[in-house]
């Protein structure tokens, strides 16, 4: 059983496209998170969800918006697709019990664009 | 906001031989977190360090933390082809649930 899982695996997309990326967690986890991790290795978080409330929404552009129908679902949709959002997105989710914030991730989407 | 640098960002490393990677904060963290990635995989969770100056091992890992809890280290000894991937060491913000990720340690063992 995957804890946290996300599809696509691989998304391969032209420009101008609009694209959506799913995520579930079955760990009864109450807040969710989106990272994307560029060529470097840097992981920079883009947004966070507890019990389907945003709560961080770091400067990312607005053709990037995040959906929590429910606690266990963190989706991201992605409009107008540029070049530059060819990276790997990390969906993630983390029990806030007082300090811990320990994330499990998910196996990430290697999204392309050409 | 907070900060977290890792040095270095690549260690070439002899099979066989020991290593160290260090992690340090703009600010005092509550605890730090140490994850791996293998190549082409995603992030796991290693292990979490809370007390001042704590130390902990996994086999052949070994994380301190440190007195003034701004920084940590995480030190492999006898290094074998399995530990080849990148170490990110995470803290969190005092205020809000997010964690800073540092730019990671990319680790390549020459066999």
């Known amino acids: 059983d995957t804890a946290v899982s996300q599809t696509p695996k691989y998304l391969v997309t032209q420009m101008g496209n609009d694209k959506s990326i799913k995520c579930e967690q079955n760990l009864g986890h109450d807040t969710m998170y989106w990272y994307k991790q560029d060529s470097k290795k840097f992981l920079k978080i883009m947004f966070s969800?507890?019990?389907?409330?945003?709560?961080i929404n770091e400067t990312v552009p607005n053709r990037f918006s995040p959906k929590s129908p429910d606690k266990a679902h963190l989706n991201l949709h992605i409009n107008s697709l540029e070049l530059g959002d060819s990276a790997v997105y990390f969906c993630?989710?983390?029990?806030?019990?007082?300090?811990?914030?320990?994330?499990?991730f998910g196996a990430g989407t290697r999204l392309s664009v050409l | 906001g907070q900060q977290v640098m890792q040095i270095p960002q690549y260690q070439h490393v002899q099979e066989g031989e020991d290593f160290t990677t260090y992690c340090n904060s703009s600010?005092?963290?509550?605890?730090i977190q140490w994850y791996k990635q293998r190549p082409g995989g995603h992030p796991v969770f290693l292990i979490q360090?809370?007390?001042?100056?704590e130390v902990k091992k996994q086999k052949r890992l070994t994380f301190q933390f440190g007195e003034a809890k701004k920084n940590s280290s995480l030190h492999i000894t006898a290094t074998q082809t399995t530990d080849v991937g990148t170490y990110f060491c995470?803290?969190?913000?005092?205020?809000?649930?997010?964690?800073?990720f540092g730019g990671g340690t990319r680790v390549l063992v020459k066999p």
């Open positions: 600010t005092t963290l509550s605890n």
């Open positions: 995470a803290g969190p913000e005092a205020a809000g649930n997010k964690l800073t």
């Open positions: 993630a989710s983390s029990n806030e019990q007082g300090f811990l914030h320990i994330q499990y």
């Open positions: 969800y507890n019990n389907k409330e945003l709560i």
């Open positions: 360090l809370v007390k001042s100056g």
